[in-house]
């Protein structure tokens, strides 16, 4: 297994140009108002486009506001599906059993769970709008020996609300976080697959991590091995449906344990994968490359 770094796709800016930026969350300030009127213009789900697919993204944290072409990449892929009527989030940011749905009520608070950052990233809002009838829709799709507990307070947390900021600017769709109880992937596969009926009621069901979240590069232009490595095992995995591959990735893939030393970034992709039509099919690539030596590899299964 190597450690050694590698030249790969170059990083698209340096750890001190995004944890110090001159002017924090310019690029989306100046994103912003094209994002909107495109927003605005975008046609809403209905019964006939079918089933929405399930995605898993890779979130990054406050830098991506500073990141315009990673922000525009986020914005096509809302486009290019139709307007969710709901959308449901499991993040790796929120670790809980039994499993709890955030609060549902309009405009609640948000979760500012980083820290080092810019005061001005702990100011930024995204009211949504009133979920409760998404919440009990899960909960009653749930069986009785798993009850939700409905959390009365717990607003979105960033897995969730700095991607949909960049993806849904208007803030005018009901979401949702569940949390994650487990990180055992037949357990998500069989806790996804459950959801998946939501889908076709024009739910969208969101797994969030990062497909690889081990030490950030402090070198511009280079890619640890790690990174490139299980990132590459991941993409051919996806692209050929092997869902036990992905399932044994603590011990069979390339790059491990350093690509994650913990395997909350990696495990939502099992909501996404269990909530499919089918889980074996080939995964469709949204975003792929790298930041701070990280792959944001994202991608969505009809």
Known sequence: ???????????????????????????????????????????????SDGALPSLYLSHGAPPLFDLPDWMRALSDWAHSLPKPKAILV?????????????????????????????????????????????????????????????????????????????MYPLADIPV???SMPTHDPARLLSLGHRLKSLRAEGVLIVGSGFMT??????????????????????????????????????????????????HDHFVPIFITLGAAANAEQPARTAIDGYVLGLAKRSFELA
């Open 213 to 262: 979240h081990g030490q950030l590069s402090l070198e511009t232009g280079v890619v640890p091995a790690w990174s490139s490595e299980f990132d590459a095992w991941a993409a051919d995995a996806l692209a050929r449906g092997d869902v036990d591959q992905l399932a044994g990735f603590a011990d069979r893939a390339p790059g491990m344990p350093h690509a994650h030393p913990t």
């Open 1 to 47: 297994m190597s450690t050694d770094s590698a030249r790969a796709p170059k990083p698209e800016n340096t750890v001190t140009d995004l944890f110090n930026p001159a002017a924090p969350a310019a690029a989306y300030d100046a994103f912003l108002p094209s994002a909107l009127t495109r927003a605005r213009a975008q046609r809403e789900w209905v019964p």
């Open 90 to 166: 499991v993040s790796a940011h929120w670790e809980d059993a039994p499993l709890a749905l955030s609060a549902p009520a309009a405009g609640t608070p948000l979760v500012y769970d980083f820290g080092g950052f810019h005061s001005r990233y702990y100011t930024m809002t995204y009211p949504t709008p009133d979920a409760g009838d998404l919440a009990r829709r899960i909960a009653a799709m749930m069986p009785d020996n798993e009850p939700v507990y409905q959390h009365p307070s717990r607003g979105l947390d960033h897995g969730a609300w700095i991607p949909l900021m960049a």
């Open 176 to 178: 949702l976080q569940m």
